[in-house]
C-alpha cells in the first residue's frame, strides 16, 4: 500500500480521520483516529478488513492506492472567497491533482513531444500596463492574433499548460493555478461556474503562471492578474474597434453581443472599457449601480455558452482505449464519462441566443414566433406581467416610466 495515496483517497473524499474513525465504528470496526494516521504516515500496515473498508468509502480501488506518486505540485494561486474552508481547498486540490497526475504520465507512455516549451516564461511585472502587456506578449507568441478565441483552454493546452475541471459545486471556488514536477503549468477550474466564468478563470490563472509579481502584496497580484485575463479575453485593438476610443455613455445592451463574440461577461467588458480609459470611473460606476438595480450582478440576462473546456486528458484516455493500455473502468476512474459517446454528451444541450445570434435568420424568425405565441397571454390584461415582484407588488401600468 502507498501511504501518500491513502492520505490523497481520504482528502478526496473530503473526510477528516476522526470521520472516518466514527463512519468506521458505526459499521462495528473499532479503529481510532492515531491508527489511521500511523497508516498515512507509513508507520503501519492496515488489515485487510480495515483497507476493504477504506476502498469502500474513498470510492477508489486498490490499484489507486497501491500505485507510486509521481507528480507533485506546487500551487501557486488559489482564486476563491473565504466561504471556502480549508478542508474543501485541501480536497479540490487533491481531487485536481489526480487528473494532473495521471495526464502526465498518460504524456509521458506516448512519448509525445516536450508541449511545456510553447509556454511562456515568466516575465516581471510592477504594474497593470505591464501585466496588459505581457497579455499581449502571450497572445504574439501563440501566434493567436487579436480576435475572439474559440476556447481559452485549448489555448493554454496547445502550448503545453495542463488544464483539469473540477466539480467543486460550491461557488465559493473559482480557480487554482500551480507547477507540476517543477515544468508542467496547471490551471484548475470548477466546472459547475457558468463559461464565461470559467474563461476568465483560465485566463486569470495564466495570468498568475505567466507574470512575476511576487514582491506584490496578495491583493496587487489579483489585479494583475485580472488585468492580464481582460487583456488575453478581449485585447486592446479588439475593444477599441467594437467601442471606439472615447465615450461618453456605454449602453448595456451593446455589450449583450459582445458577451456572446469574446464569451466575457457584460461586467468584466465594462471593466474592460474603464481600464482602456474608453470610459471614464464615473461611468463604469453608474453603469454597476444599473446592473445592481436590474439584478444582473450575479445572472446576467444573457447566456454565454462559448467555452469548449479542456480536452487534452480526454483525447489521451480515448487514445490509451484505442490502443489496449487502459481498460474501460480504469478510465472512468480517471475521467467519469470518458467512454460515452461524444454525440451523447452534446446532445442534451440548450440552443442558446449565440446559436440564433449567428444562425439562419429563418430559422430564427421562427423561433422567436414561437417563443411570442407562448408568451401572449402574459401580455394580456389579467396576464402574468401585468405585476412585478422585483418592483415591490406594484401595478406597473400607473407607474412612470424608469430610466
Not at 292 to 300: A, C, F, P
Request: some cysteine; proline content about 5%.
Amino acid at each position: 500500500m502507498n501511504p501518500t495515496r491513502l492520505h490523497q483517497a481520504r482528502l478526496a473524499a473530503g473526510l477528516s480521520l476522526q470521520a472516518v474513525a466514527d463512519h468506521l465504528s458505526a459499521q462495528g470496526l473499532s479503529i481510532s483516529r492515531a491508527a489511521l494516521s500511523k497508516h498515512e504516515l507509513g508507520k503501519s500496515l492496515p488489515t485487510p478488513r480495515v483497507f476493504t473498508r477504506l476502498m469502500a468509502l474513498y470510492g477508489v480501488t486498490a490499484s489507486q492506492l497501491l500505485s507510486p506518486a509521481t507528480v507533485q505540485v506546487e500551487w501557486l494561486a488559489f482564486r476563491k472567497r473565504t466561504a471556502l474552508g480549508k478542508g474543501k481547498s485541501i480536497q479540490i486540490q487533491t481531487l485536481a491533482q489526480r487528473q494532473v497526475e495521471q495526464q502526465i504520465e498518460l504524456e509521458r507512455q506516448f512519448s509525445t513531444s516536450p508541449r511545456h516549451r510553447g509556454f511562456p516564461a515568466r516575465r516581471a511585472v510592477k504594474s497593470v500596463a505591464d501585466a496588459e502587456h505581457v497579455a499581449e506578449q502571450v497572445r504574439s507568441l501563440w501566434d493567436l492574433g487579436t480576435g475572439p478565441l474559440e476556447s481559452v483552454a485549448a489555448s493554454i493546452e496547445d502550448h503545453g499548460g495542463v488544464v483539469v475541471q473540477v466539480p467543486a459545486g460550491d461557488a465559493a471556488f473559482d480557480g487554482l493555478s500551480g507547477i507540476a514536477s517543477g515544468r508542467h503549468p496547471v490551471i484548475v477550474v470548477n466546472s459547475d461556474a457558468p463559461a464565461d466564468r470559467v474563461r476568465y478563470t483560465m485566463a486569470h490563472e495564466l495570468g498568475h503562471l505567466a507574470i512575476d509579481c511576487n514582491q506584490a502584496d496578495a491583493k496587487q497580484r489579483e489585479a494583475l492578474a485580472n488585468r492580464f485575463a481582460g487583456a488575453f479575453i478581449a485585447p486592446a485593438p479588439a475593444m477599441y474597434h467594437e467601442l471606439g476610443r472615447k465615450r461618453r455613455r456605454l449602453d448595456l445592451d451593446e455589450l449583450k453581443p459582445l458577451k456572446l463574440k469574446y464569451g466575457l461577461s457584460m461586467q468584466a467588458l465594462m471593466r474592460r472599457a474603464l481600464d482602456l480609459d474608453v470610459i471614464s470611473d464615473g461611468h463604469y460606476r453608474e453603469l454597476c449601480v444599473r446592473i445592481s438595480k436590474l439584478g444582473w450582478r450575479k445572472q446576467e440576462p444573457i447566456v454565454c455558452d462559448a467555452e469548449r473546456g479542456p480536452s487534452r486528458l480526454r483525447q489521451l484516455l480515448l487514445r490509451a482505449l484505442a490502443e489496449g493500455m487502459v481498460t474501460p473502468s480504469a478510465a472512468e476512474e480517471i475521467l467519469p464519462g470518458v467512454t460515452a459517446p461524444l454525440e451523447a454528451q452534446l446532445a442534451p444541450r440548450r440552443r442558446t441566443a449565440v446559436d440564433y445570434l449567428y444562425g439562419d435568420p429563418a430559422e430564427r424568425d421562427e423561433a422567436l414566433a414561437r417563443a411570442a405565441e407562448r408568451t401572449a397571454d402574459l401580455y394580456r390584461p389579467g396576464g402574468g406581467l401585468e405585476r412585478f415582484e422585483a418592483f415591490g407588488d406594484k401595478d406597473l401600468v400607473d407607474e412612470p416610466d424608469a430610466e
